[in-house]
């Protein structure tokens, strides 16, 4: 087939419309290339419950193999769990899923030898480039010794390792709701949470990548109403919601209530920075509340700011040597899970955080919760950046204001900050305001998106 591979490979992975812009004999080639460029003589491979997932994946491994790697498929898992068999099998992985996108999508997630990420710059483009050039000239040369494809359980050997960072012994019993959404917490979860004393309520814990309740995409807000109605019907302690491959976890407190990640990302950094015997760095990106940096300062840590995506929080992981990260997104990254993200280890802290005290998790994370956010509002535009100078024009010479350019636009004031950054894909600028209270946030929220608003409809 011939596809578009400007549009299938993104910064970060591979994700499209199968078959429409991929298929499995494009998957094979993908397998092949991974091999080629990581230079590879075995792979681990999982996948989650979309319809498409087990043939594109069993496709990539038939490219890899006929390139001389041994494969080994853990099958159905979480991503997380596939960051975790990269890391304790010490081989480069593939992670078929495309996340929260809808059942017609599917894609893939790479990663290198102990869950080191594989992005545009990192070996993406490389591979694009042969599936490319083989996509036109036909496969490539396969290897003289094929390699072996053989399957492997890596389940109860992830949630042990989980369980081993987080100290669950002593926690009072407690009533959690948990929305799986269709995926692949439905799989994880029981197995991560057995034996804890938790009266756990499943929502949605059928493995179905068609998404027949919701969308698998927690941030959304209407897509936790079911889990907020369930957490206040049963009077539960908490609820949780994770995306479609399970490595964003979202956290609904009793009241109902979201929790912000960036409360989260605060919560659990005191308490790694706390086991690192308050020493370390932590990781968060620059939309993330000013209580994190905060939080982390009053608890001994250093904290360090960095572009928005998961690539740039890795990388910054690597080169501070951090013990924690934590994205808006509810994204969580731990040194002591190969520097990877999962949502999963993030609840058990929660879980531990909340159950070692006899409060409400709302009155535990309101010691996090300092400062009132707009969350982020697109708005599309004629021009990013003509708009973005319009808004640094109004707002830069004002007294005790201050400007930077680390992603898109900061401006940052005494009592209020917000970030202004273009979309690399669409013609949007995504807004981020942050204010000491709410009238404040609303006054300048509604300033900057009268500024490039109003121009762009001009």
Not at 185 to 192: A, D, E, I, Q
């Amino acid at each position: 087939m011939t596809a578009d591979l400007s549009q299938l490979v993104k910064a970060y992975d591979v994700r499209g419309v199968v078959p429409d812009q991929w298929d499995e004999a494009m998957a094979e080639l993908f397998g092949a290339a991974f091999v080629e460029v990581t230079a590879a003589d075995a792979i681990v491979v999982g996948h989650d419950m979309r319809p498409t997932s087990p043939g594109l994946s069993g496709a990539f491994a038939r490219g890899a193999a006929a390139r001389g790697a041994d494969v080994t498929l853990i099958g159905l898992c979480s991503t997380d769990q596939l960051y975790y068999a990269s890391g304790a099998l010490d081989l480069p992985g593939a992670m078929f899923t495309a996340s929260h996108n809808p059942a017609r999508y599917n894609g893939i997630k790479m990663c290198r030898a102990g869950a080191a990420p594989v992005g545009q710059d990192t070996g993406l483009a490389e591979i694009r480039t042969l599936v490319e050039k083989w996509s036109e000239s036909g496969a490539p040369q396969p290897a003289a010794t094929p390699g072996t494809v053989t399957g492997r359980d890596t389940l109860t050997d992830y949630a042990a390792r989980l369980l081993s960072l987080v100290d669950l012994s002593a926690i009072r019993p407690l009533k959690v709701v948990v929305d799986a959404g269709n995926g692949m917490g439905g799989h994880t979860v029981p197995t991560v949470l057995a034996g804890l004393p938790l009266d756990l309520v499943p929502m949605y814990f059928e493995l179905d990548g068609t998404f027949p309740n919701h969308e698998a995409n927690p941030l959304d807000p209407k897509n936790i109403v079911d889990l907020q109605a369930r957490v206040l019907a049963e009077g539960a302690d908490l609820g949780l919601a994770f995306d479609g491959d399970a490595d964003r976890c979202f956290v609904v407190d009793e009241r109902g209530a979201g929790v912000s990640p960036s409360a989260i990302t605060a919560l659990v950094a005191a308490r790694e920075l706390a086991r690192n015997g308050g020493r370390g760095t932590i990781i968060h990106n620059l939309i993330s509340s000013r209580s994190v940096p905060e939080v982390v300062r009053e608890h001994g840590g250093t904290p360090v700011r960095t572009r928005v995506g998961h690539s740039f929080i890795k990388a910054e992981m690597a080169t501070h040597g951090a013990i924690f990260g934590g994205e808006h997104s509810a994204h969580y990254y731990f040194r002591d899970f190969w520097n990877a993200d999962t949502g999963m280890l993030a609840a058990l802290h929660v879980l531990a955080a909340l159950g070692g005290q006899e409060g409400t998790l709302s009155a535990l994370v309101a010691q996090y919760d300092r400062y009132t956010g707009s969350g982020e509002i697109n708005s599309t535009v004629d021009d990013q950046q003509a708009r973005t100078e319009d808004v640094r024009t109004a707002f830069g010479t004002r007294e005790n204001v201050t400007t930077d350019d680390l992603d898109g636009l900061t401006v940052t004031a005494p009592d209020w900050w917000f970030n202004l950054r273009p979309s690399n894909t669409e013609p949007l600028l995504r807004l981020n305001v942050e204010a000491d209270d709410e009238e404040t946030m609303e006054a300048v929220r509604d300033e900057v998106l009268n500024l490039i608003r109003t121009r762009s409809n001009d």
